[in-house]
């Protein structure tokens, strides 16, 4: 019998979904191992989840005050060519007399990479670091940072 609860755990354990990183307001799943090939580019997309009632500022806010979204990657085996952030949505506010350019929901960001010169072939990691700000209707909490780590493989 133990060894049958010993093989199911494992089991569940190989099945279980990627693992989350959660700021309590943001959720960001782990994203994918990502194949790099030798020549061209490769998307990259980072899940990401808001808690119903909460809205992100874009990437491109419409006030400066504002704390806008960043996703910033290290240089690695493979290089960043351009980010890519969903349309926003427009929300109106007390505070401001210009709407909101946010983001709700579940949403992606898109990386687009390619091969850094001189990158050996094999595993690795890309890391990077997102940055937001969280408010609801009635206050903005702390600006955050969340690590992202992306498995890769270079080919």
């Known amino acids: 019998m133990k060894n049958f609860c010993v093989s199911a755990g494992l089991a569940i354990m190989a099945c279980a979904p990627a693992m989350t990183q959660s700021t309590g307001v943001l959720t960001v799943s782990d994203p994918d191992q990502m ?69 709700t929901g579940n949403f992606e960001i898109v990386t687009k990479f390619r091969r850094a010169a001189g990158a050996a072939p094999g595993p690795g990691f890309l890391t990077g670091k997102l940055r937001y700000q969280a408010c609801n209707d009635k206050m903005c909490l702390p600006p955050k940072n969340i690590d992202i780590r992306v498995p890769l493989l270079v080919e």
């Open 35 to 103: 194949k790099v090939p030798r020549t061209g580019s490769v998307e990259q997309h980072l899940k990401l989840r808001l808690q119903p009632g909460y809205h992100v500022n874009s990437n491109k806010p419409n006030d400066d005050f504002l704390i806008p979204m960043r996703l910033n990657w290290e240089k690695g085996a493979a290089e960043a060519e351009a980010v890519g952030f969903p349309k926003p949505t427009l929300e109106r506010s007390e505070f401001s007399d210009k709407p909101l350019s946010v983001y």
